[in-house]
Nanobody
């Protein structure tokens, strides 16, 4: 079955950086479009970024464009999200997603 395991979250000061990872298994990773989504406390799920199977096409929510970069290593079955210039409003649980499946998430907290 599909398994997605996120890691790399933590507490960071405004302006800082984090790199999230998502280890995928149970499906042919290189064949699927992957997404990052997030959920802030008390809010709904927000789409963050998407990457095509080959990694050559990406898209971002306006709220993170220019600060976040999504990438993938199909040889390692791993999805990444490089987050720079983090803001307090980026505080959320971050999930990688394949279709309707999500992992357990990794918490990102941006605070001084």
């Amino acid at each position: 079955q599909v398994q997605l395991v996120e890691s790399g979250g933590g507490l960071v000061q405004p302006g800082g950086s984090l790199r999230l990872s998502c280890a995928a298994s149970g499906f042919i990773f290189r064949s699927y479009t992957m997404r990052w989504v997030r959920q802030a406390p008390g809010k709904g799920l927000e789409w963050v970024s998407i990457i095509n199977p080959g990694g050559g096409s990406t898209s971002y929510a306006d709220s993170v464009k220019g600060r976040f970069t999504v990438s993938r290593d199909n040889a390692k079955n791993t999805l990444y999200l490089q987050m720079n210039s983090l803001k307090p409003e980026d505080t959320a649980m971050y999930y990688c997603a394949k279709d309707v499946s999500r992992g357990q998430g990794t918490q990102v907290t941006v605070s001084s």
